[in-house]
């Protein structure tokens, strides 16, 4: 399995994660070329050599010429399906603008669709996600992991005014993510930065066991007094053809509790961003029948489903332990079927054919709509699934 480690030790940024990028080995022309088809008249990549604290690293600006536009995300989504992008890669850089879109509705109390972006709606923001969003899947990697991140400190002007770091859409979309402590008095992560590791990242941890077989090291603008604002891309292979996790499991007994909290428990627990939530029948002393709560979870997740179980039911204690497991990759896909689209995931195992799943509730919405079977409409979408081809028309250089 081919898999990426991302060592944010300064942070992350669109230009540093294009810096890795190239000095990994990607051709600066080929990001050229799918930027350039976006419409964005004189906006390039250049790229050159520098040094951090005496480390060697590829540093990435954007050239573009002066402009006054303030965009909306429906705005960069045209651009996006306007271009020569394959549709895996429009895919990536519209979920990463997505990302962007909830966290500033979020911010400031309002929808996606009337989101106003500012910094990140400017040529340089769209030129460095949607190259990062090409780069990544020229890479084709499997998996991809990355340190804990800093966020560095301090207050930065934004369009908004003064605020603290992180900014409000930064922090919005850390959310769930492990933060390194840092005392740096400057923004390191910022928006774009975030955006990428929330649409991309697996797992978040030390490096996993691989055989690197390139690295690329990524120039921030800024110098730092302390430490080489550099990111840090670690490319290679394990020998596990599947990707590999950790979750936490967590479980109660119950015995003394009708079926209708037992339901309204696991909804709420899916609800709060439970892996999955199931019951088991089970006996329990003096042959009472009881069911067993099952609850699988990210590690960030821990303490905020153990505080509903413990409010939603009536148990005394939760039994708690980390769990290794294997899935295959994955990625949100759509579908055409004669009666609308189909939301769904595609998932693969390294080197093996993918295999498209149709999500229940898009299914049972167009079921439900045009009067149909929930099982028709499952099979038109399975069967409408075209495996996509090998994007070749870009290429890493090697």
């Known amino acids: 399995m081919r898999?990426?480690?991302?060592?944010?030790a300064s942070g992350i940024s669109g230009d540093m994660m294009l810096g890795a990028l190239v000095d990994a080995g990607l051709d600066l022309s080929t990001l050229n070329e799918a930027i350039s088809s976006l419409g964005l008249a004189g906006c390039r990549l250049a790229a050159e050599p520098v040094k951090k604290k005496g480390f060697r690293a590829t540093q990435v600006k954007?050239?573009?010429p002066p402009e006054?536009?303030?965009r909306h995300l429906h705005h960069i989504v045209a651009m996006i399906d306007g271009s020569r992008l394959t549709e895996r890669?429009?895919?990536l850089a519209r979920r990463i603008f997505t990302k962007l879109a909830e966290a500033?509705?979020?911010?400031?109390?309002?929808t996606v669709q009337k989101v106003h972006f500012h910094e990140v709606g400017a040529a340089d923001s769209i030129a460095d996600i949607v190259g990062s969003a090409v780069g990544w899947d020229l890479l084709g990697v499997d998996r991809i992991v990355a340190s804990p991140v800093p966020t560095g400190c301090g207050k930065i002007r934004i369009a908004h005014g003064e605020c603290s770091v992180p900014a409000p859409a930064t922090a919005e979309l850390l959310v769930g993510m492990p933060l390194a402590e840092s005392s740096v008095p400057f923004e390191l992560t910022t928006p774009t930065g975030a955006a990428i590791l929330a649409t991309m990242v697996d797992s978040f941890g030390p490096v996993p066991a691989m055989k690197i077989q390139r690295i690329g090291y990524g120039a921030g603008q800024r110098e730092l007094e302390t430490q080489p604002n550099l990111l840090r891309l670690l490319v290679g292979e394990t020998a596990d053809s599947l990707s590999a996790d950790q979750v936490w499991v967590l479980e109660t007994n119950l015995d003394d509790i009708s079926g209708e909290l037992v339901g309204y428990a696991t909804a709420r627990l899916l609800d709060a961003g439970a892996l999955d939530v199931y019951t088991t029948a089970i006996q329990m002393k003096k042959n009472r029948p009881a069911v067993k709560l099952t609850?699988?979870?990210?590690?960030?997740?821990?303490?905020?489903m153990e505080a509903i179980l413990f409010e939603e039911t009536t148990t005394l204690g939760v039994r708690r332990w980390p769990a290794d497991r294997h899935v295959l990759n994955r990625r949100p896909h759509q579908?055409?079927?004669p009666w609308g689209r189909v939301e769904g995931k595609i998932g693969w195992a390294a080197g093996g054919p993918a295999?498209?799943?149709?999500?229940?509730?898009?299914c049972r919405r167009i079921a439900a709509e045009r009067h149909l079977p929930l099982r028709v409409v499952y099979e038109a979408a399975q069967n409408a699934y075209q495996p996509e081809p090998d994007n070749s028309s870009f290429v890493i250089r090697h």
Request: glycine fraction near 2%; charged fraction near 30%.
């Open 295 to 304: 609850v699988l979870c990210q590690a960030a997740e821990v303490d905020r």
């Open 355 to 362: 295999r498209f799943s149709p999500e229940f509730e898009s």
């Open 68 to 70: 006054h536009a303030h």
């Open 89 to 91: 890669q429009r895919d």
């Open 335 to 337: 579908v055409e079927t």
């Open 104 to 110: 500033e509705a979020k911010v400031h109390g309002t």
């Open 62 to 64: 954007v050239e573009y």
């Open 3 to 8: 898999i990426a480690y991302l060592d944010c």
